[in-house]
């Protein structure tokens, strides 16, 4: 149980012993500092039901907490506002506690099945800037769930069985007609090697979908391919095996240098099975409707304040589209893996289309009422005139390109400040890569995911400020503390009051993780762990500069301030690697 829990505890049972509801009791930090570490705001809004004046109120809650031994000061502010201070022992205890927990204090809570959707990358596409935050923020969302005691599961969900599949089959097929995946009489075995690399694609990509819109032959060629391709064609169904597994390989080097890892690698080809006996259940149910000979479900509801149009789930020409495959995909999460949460980290613009999908499965039945459906939608990374990010030349930024560029600036960084000057190349190349990795991400997430922001690589790899590299910095500075105090026979100790406003600050910062975590997951918000990771290390910053922890000649003491510097380093690395930043050992 939390310190902010167990505070919350001791008023909530004043007033109930009061006959008044035991919420009223709730304890937050002190928005004044400087008068109080603990503040319960209740007695205000139980005074109305409880007939009595919120002062008085609040005298009779402090009267009735009765054992006041753990509290160096409980008085009434203002209208009623109870503030509260510690003694410097208890404190010490509580911390000394979390720093004894394999958990840093964290509890975990009851777990659900939960399915983070995050990155949607397209097949024979490369990575570009606009997947940087939906990949960033929905790791973080992932880690932060599962290290609270959920059931998480990561899937990627590929963009791979639309109109660009029948586009590219129709392109190779101009460019090399005599391979076998085009005759329709070969009956194999098909070449394991791939036809085609990933640069092949993606050079082909833009040219097809050109031809595809201004020839109408082409495209008509390219319908019929994808209608082939999905009813099961072999050579077509070998091709876009390959033209899948080029992509993957691609796609999740990047992923795998941003420390991205998904649990899935399911695309819209995986619920095709699903479509059409979805289909037909839905028009057998009624859910599903014919107009102007498309087939749609009508997800307006009575009081809306604005128009919802209907959601279409098959073309009037017979095709399926990807809100077909993310109904059906839905309904393969809840069959397959009995989802309770289904977590959606998309662009913000697409809210509409996930209001419209989320309606219709609802609808149809496809989920409960219990079962959570989010679009946690998120802004986009912009250029130094506030549009989204684009080279010199301006085309769309490649996200591979845009970690070389930062990771090159990290190493400049690294040099102008004078750090890691002396260790090997290869050491050198690995720090610069988790500080530019860290410099990108953190300021990526510092930021609210739903807000937009400009991608300022000088701001992002200071050593100053809000920062990763502040924050990578803190951590080394910590681990070097540790080190250098192992190397003198020293190790740390059980934690006890502190005598000093910097150690004491750095207690009171400790204690807000357990809060600061569960706050991010419930609210899916990854900017509250950066911000707080930033204030952490700036507080421990400051009790590095008051307390000379080697020099100090108290053995109790000394081996206290150790045990901080053990805990807070701890708590930190815990919080980076929610964010999915790596520490190096040194810098």
Not at 131 to 159: M, Q, Y
Not at 270 to 281: D, E
Not at 338 to 346: E, K, N, P, R
Not at 364 to 378: M, T, W
Request: aromatic residues 8%; hydrophobic residues 40%.
């Amino acid at each position: 149980m939390t310190l902010l829990s167990q505070l919350s505890d001791r008023f909530g049972d004043a007033f109930v012993s009061l006959g008044l509801d035991r919420a009223f009791g709730e304890v937050g930090i002190s928005q004044r500092p400087e008068l109080a570490q603990f503040q319960c705001n209740g007695a205000l809004p139980a005074a109305k039901p409880a007939g009595k004046n919120p002062r008085e109120l609040a005298d009779e809650v402090i009267a009735a907490i009765g054992d006041r031994a753990a509290f160096a000061d409980l008085s009434i502010a203002g209208p009623g506002f109870i503030n509260i201070t510690l003694t410097d022992d208890a404190l010490a205890d509580y911390v000394d506690g979390i720093a004894r927990d394999d958990r840093v204090g964290v509890p975990q809570v009851e777990p659900k099945k939960v399915v983070v959707d995050y990155g949607g990358p397209n097949v024979a596409k490369d990575l570009h800037v606009g997947h940087l935050r939906p990949a960033v923020i929905g790791e973080s969302a992932k880690r932060t769930l599962g290290f609270l005691g959920h059931d998480v599961i990561g899937d990627v969900h590929l963009g791979d069985w639309g109109a660009p599949m029948g586009q590219l089959i129709v392109e190779l097929s101009e460019r090399q007609p005599d391979l076998p995946y085009f005759d329709p009489l070969f009956t194999g075995p098909y070449p394991e090697e791939p036809p085609v690399g990933i640069d092949d694609l993606q050079e082909m990509y833009p040219i097809a979908a050109g031809k595809a819109k201004d020839d109408l032959a082409y495209r008509e060629r390219a319908s019929r391919a994808v209608v082939e391709l999905q009813d099961g064609r072999p050579g077509y169904r070998a091709l876009w095996q390959h033209f899948r597994d080029v992509s993957i390989d691609a796609i999740k080097a990047v992923y795998d240098r941003l420390g991205v890892h998904f649990e899935l690698w399911y695309g819209e080809s995986t619920i095709n099975h699903r479509l059409f006996p979805l289909i037909s259940r839905l028009v057998e149910d009624g859910v599903a409707e014919r107009s102007e000979g498309a087939l749609v479900i009508d997800v307006a509801r009575p009081g809306d304040t604005k128009e919802i149009p209907p959601l279409m789930m098959v073309k009037s020409d017979g095709a399926t589209l990807y809100t077909t495959w993310d109904v059906a995909t839905i309904e393969d999460r809840v069959e397959e893996f009995g989802a309770d949460v289904m977590l959606y980290f998309v662009d913000v613009r697409q809210g509409l289309h996930f209001e419209q999908v989320y309606r219709a499965v609802r609808k149809a039945g496809i989920v409960g009422p219990d079962v959570v459906l989010e679009h946690c939608g998120n802004g986009t990374v912009n250029g130094p005139d506030g549009k989204p990010f684009k080279t010199k030349e301006g085309g769309v930024m490649l996200l591979r390109d845009l970690i070389d560029q930062i990771v090159v600036r990290a190493a400049q960084r690294l040099d102008e400040n004078h750090l890691a000057e002396e260790y090997p190349a290869d050491e050198r190349a690995a720090i610069a890569e988790k500080v530019g990795l860290a410099a990108l991400k953190f300021g990526d997430l510092h930021n609210h995911r739903t807000s937009n922001y400009i991608f300022d690589i000088e701001r992002f790899t200071s050593f100053e400020g809000k920062t990763g590299p502040y924050l990578l910095y803190g951590a080394v500075r910590m681990k070097s503390i540790l080190r250098n105090a192992r190397d003198a026979g020293l190790a740390p100790g059980p934690i006890v009051a502190a005598t000093k406003d910097a150690e004491r600050n750095l207690m009171l910062q400790l204690i807000r993780l357990p809060e600061v975590v569960h706050r991010a997951g419930e609210l899916r918000a990854p900017n509250h762990l950066a911000e707080y990771a930033f204030e952490l290390t700036s507080d421990f910053s400051r009790f590095y500069e008051a307390c000379h922890i080697l020099r100090e000649e108290d053995a109790t003491r000394q081996t206290s301030w150790l045990g901080l510097v053990a805990l807070t380093l701890r708590s930190l690395e815990v919080l980076l690697d929610l964010m999915a930043i790596e520490v190096p050992e040194r810098m």
